[in-house]
């Protein structure tokens, strides 16, 4: 099994910044995309940023110019850097990779156990 560990969440004033990491660990073949979502409460979950293997990223409007995603292929782990954090910027944040894990025939999704991120005003 693949297991996604997240850590780097926490309290930050508006205006400050947080960095999020997660490793992934297991059984693992290979990994093609990692990235992070975000869950506000009320709220349905949606993507933050994502990146490929080929460093290749995808991300939400209302965090760009703000957050910056990196990958360390080599050790199956992924950055979130988190800048002038804004309140609307809270919500519990997981971490995802897409990929396949030895034994198994077909891609699938992975996710971490979720890290808060509160931004006060």
């Known amino acids: 099994q693949v297991q996604l560990v997240e850590s780097g969440g926490g309290l930050v004033q508006a205006g400050g910044s947080l960095r999020l990491s997660c490793a992934a660990s297991g059984i693992i073949f290979s990994i093609s995309a990692m990235g992070w979502f975000r869950q506000a409460p009320g709220k349905q979950r949606e993507l933050v940023e994502r990146i490929t293997s080929n460093e290749i990223t995808v991300y939400a409007e209302s965090v760009k110019g703000r957050f910056t995603i990196s990958r360390d292929n080599a050790k199956n782990t992924v950055y979130l850097q988190m800048n002038s954090l804004k309140p609307e910027d809270t919500a519990v944040y997981y971490c995802?990779?897409?990929?396949?894990?030895?034994?198994?025939?077909?891609?699938?999704?992975?996710w971490g156990q979720g890290t808060q991120v509160t931004v006060s005003s």
């Open positions: 995802n990779a897409f990929g396949i894990q030895y034994g198994s025939t077909s891609a699938r999704d992975y």
